[in-house]
């Protein structure tokens, strides 16, 4: 790939609407497409906004009819907002493009930054994003109850209502069972998640990692579609604070090195 260009957009007071980042991603997309300029990547923060990608389903939404952006990526619905580094990197890939060899290289990526602030993360089969494993299920606390009164081992109103039927919802058992605690349930937690879209042979879209937000806007929704895990933050299980700007700079080495470095095929057709 060519040289990685990084454009900060705004962070802290000045966080980038989501409506306003999206206008400047197309924007630099119509010039990349183009080629008036090199791959870029756009690293902001936003204020607290919910945004649902294409497969999104409506028991996914907030129950309360907070509003949600529906945008073009793909993937499912998440929140965004202060404390966590949002990029969004738009880059030119060769056709037939390889949507999942992309996503790869973001992952890569985003370990390679965890692992430079002493934390061990990494990929789970059919989840994209970057993810803190649990302890094997039998070890796992169930919030404090017995195991045989877990609402998520059962089939009745508390475990279906905003849902298929039997389908646990953990906006509606309580904060032992909400995604921002997942930490303390020792489950799978997500800590940076993925979701993009590509147009014209394009990248747009990108990449949320989390490093000192309020992870309980997430318990308003069911992040990314998944029931049985929650999210977590660099801060959350590091023990100390590590901010957006301490991030900056170390996600943007681990980009260059894997970006600038990769030689993308066309996908095999």
């Not at 970057?130 to 302890?135: F, I, K, R, S, T």
């Not at 045989?148 to 509606?172: M, T």
Request: net charge negative.
């Amino acid at each position: 790939m060519t040289d990685l260009h990084f454009v900060h957009l705004g962070f802290g007071a000045d966080a980038v609407e989501y409506q306003e980042a999206w206008q400047e991603q197309r924007r630099v997309h119509a010039a990349r497409f183009e080629d008036e300029i090199p791959d870029t990547c756009l690293l902001l923060e936003h204020p607290p906004v919910y945004t649902a990608g294409r497969r999104t389903a409506d028991n996914e939404r907030p129950l309360d009819g907070t509003p949600v952006v529906d945008v073009d990526r793909g993937g499912k619905i998440t929140w965004h907002g202060p404390g966590q580094l949002v990029g969004y990197p738009i880059l030119k890939l060769p056709r037939p493009v390889d949507v999942v060899a992309h996503v790869r290289r973001l992952e890569d990526a985003l370990i390679a930054t965890c692992a430079e602030f002493g934390l061990e993360t990494t990929r789970i089969e059919g989840r994209s994003g970057v993810w803190v494993l649990g302890d094997p299920v039998e070890q796992r606390p169930a919030g404090g109850l017995t195991l045989d009164f877990d609402p998520r081992l059962g089939v009745g109103p508390s475990s279906s209502k905003g849902g298929e039927e039997g389908e646990f919802d953990p906006r509606l058992n309580g904060p032992e069972y909400a995604p921002s605690n997942a930490g303390q349930r020792r489950e799978d937690r997500k800590l940076a998640a993925i979701g993009i879209r590509v147009a014209k042979g394009v990248t747009m879209h990108g990449f949320a990692i989390n490093c000192d937000p309020d992870n309980t806007w997430f318990d308003r929704i069911v992040p990314c579609g998944i029931r049985d895990a929650g999210v977590t933050s660099l801060s959350n299980e590091l023990g100390r604070d590590i901010s957006v700007t301490d991030v900056v700079p170390v996600i943007e080495k681990h980009l260059r090195a894997v970006l600038e470095t990769a030689a993308p095929l066309p996908r095999a057709v």
